[in-house]
T-cell receptor, first 115, second 115 residues
Framework: AQKVTQAQTEISVVEKEDVTLDCVYE???????LFWYKQPPSGELVFLIR??????QNEISGRYSWNFQKSTSSFNFTITASQVVDSAVYFC????????????FGKGTRLHILP | DAGVIQSPRHEVTEMGQEVTLRCKPI?????LFWYRQTMMRGLELLIY????????DSGMPEDRFSAKMPNASFSTLKIQPSEPRDSAVYFC?????????????FGPGTRLTVT
């Protein structure tokens, strides 16, 4: 069975600080996909990134970066120089690429960026 | 380009009434998903369509819930009869591919309150 754990329920940091959101996943499949979504106060979930299990290269997009480590089954998300607009709930998700594929979302981490 | 469109954005109804939620996916997308989000249970996948055909409805909570996709540009989620425990935010999402393993684009959600 697949599982996604976001142990940090809520995080508060002061603007301009760096912050890392943790995501640990469980699956027996060798082919799988990991995602991060952002849910701002407006409510709509916004896709941020998709990563497949064969690509462990870290990804950077502006102030956002993702660290995928298969050895620890983690796919962590770092925001550098955080801004108030980054305040949101962030969800990590896992999907496996087989006949019984599903998508499993973590419980989310609520991030508060304080001015 | 227009994103996923959902209507209504808010719905308040009395227990026992029929509720119909509507979704227009992004044009050209082949998959459509219905989710429910609550504080207690997080984000739950209810049903998944590929090319207008229901593929996986294992997440539908009970027979009171039904979903249809009569064509590629429209889907409905119906609850009949509604109950207070159905109160939640219901999201529709679409994806360009016929699999869980690709990114999904979410609508703004319908906040349902059943009194």
């Amino acid at each position: 069975a697949q599982k996604v754990t976001q142990a940090q329920t809520e995080i508060s940091v002061v603007e301009k600080e760096d912050v890392t959101l943790d995501c640990v996943y469980e699956t027996r499949d060798t082919t799988y996909y990991l995602f991060w979504y952002k849910q701002p106060p407006s409510g709509e979930l916004v896709f941020l990134i998709r990563r497949n299990s064969f690509d462990e290269q870290n990804e950077i997009s502006g102030r956002y970066s993702w660290n995928f480590q298969k050895s620890t089954s983690s796919f962590n998300f770092t925001i550098t120089a955080s801004q108030v607009v980054d305040s949101a709930v962030y969800f990590c998700a896992l999907s496996v690429g087989n006949r019984d594929d599903k998508i499993i979302f973590g419980k989310g981490t609520r991030l508060h960026i304080l001015p | 380009d227009a994103g996923v469109i959902q209507s209504p954005r808010h719905e308040v109804t009395e227990m026992g009434q029929e509720v119909t939620l509507r979704c227009k996916p992004i044009s050209g997308h082949n998959s459509l998903f219905w989710y429910r989000q609550t504080m207690m249970r997080g984000l739950e996948l209810l049903i998944y369509f590929n090319n207008n055909v229901p593929i996986d409805d294992s997440g539908m909570p009970e027979d009171r819930f039904s979903a249809k996709m009569p064509n590629a540009s429209f889907s409905t989620l119906k609850i009949q009869p509604s109950e207070p425990r159905d109160s939640a935010v219901y999201f529709c999402a679409s994806s360009p591919k016929t699999s869980y393993t690709y990114e999904q684009y979410f609508g703004p959600g319908t906040r349902l309150t059943v009194t």
